[in-house]
C-alpha cells in the first residue's frame, strides 16, 4: 500500500536548524506533487511548503520564506524540509502528502492532498 512516513522532528532551541525527511513506500514520488503542512496546538492546519513533481516549481508560506528549503531525490523516492533559524512559532506536527495532477497552489493553500504521513512533531523552545 501507498504509504508516506516522515521522519527528522525534534527539540531545538530557537534560531536552531533541522531537516524533515519524507519517504515513500509502495509508490514512486516522481509524478506526484509533494507538500509539507504543519498544525499547532488549537491552530488549523496550514501548508508550509510544495514542490511539484520534477522539483521545477515550489511554494513556500510568507512565514518561512527564507529560512525553509524543500527539495526532492527522486531516485531516493525522498523528500526533505530543511529549516533554518527556527522559532517558537514554527512548533507543530509536520506531515508530508502527495497528490497527482494537483495544482500545487491549491495543495499548499488549500491543504489538500490524496496520500498523508502520520506526521513528526517539531518543537522550537528555550
Known amino acids: 500500500q501507498r504509504q508516506l512516513v516522515e521522519s527528522g522532528g525534534d527539540l531545538v532551541q530557537p534560531g536552531g536548524s533541522l531537516t524533515l525527511s519524507c519517504a515513500a513506500s509502495?509508490?514512486?514520488?516522481?509524478?506526484?506533487?509533494i507538500g509539507w503542512f504543519r498544525q499547532a496546538p488549537g491552530k488549523e492546519r496550514e501548508g508550509v511548503s510544495c514542490?511539484?513533481?520534477?522539483?521545477?516549481?515550489?511554494y513556500y508560506a510568507d512565514s518561512v520564506k527564507g529560512r525553509f528549503t524543500i527539495s526532492r531525490d527522486n531516485a531516493k523516492n525522498t523528500v526533505y524540509l530543511q529549516m533554518n533559524s527556527l522559532k517558537p512559532e514554527d512548533t507543530g506536527i509536520y506531515y508530508c502528502?502527495?497528490?497527482?495532477?494537483?495544482?500545487?497552489?491549491?495543495?499548499?493553500?488549500?491543504?489538500?492532498?490524496?496520500?498523508w504521513g502520520q506526521g513528526t512533531q517539531v518543537t522550537v523552545s528555550s
Open positions: 502528502a502527495a497528490d497527482s495532477g494537483i495544482v500545487l497552489q491549491d495543495m499548499c493553500v488549500k491543504t489538500r492532498s490524496r496520500y
Open positions: 509502495g509508490f514512486t514520488l516522481r509524478n506526484y506533487a
Open positions: 514542490i511539484s513533481g520534477q522539483g521545477g516549481i515550489t
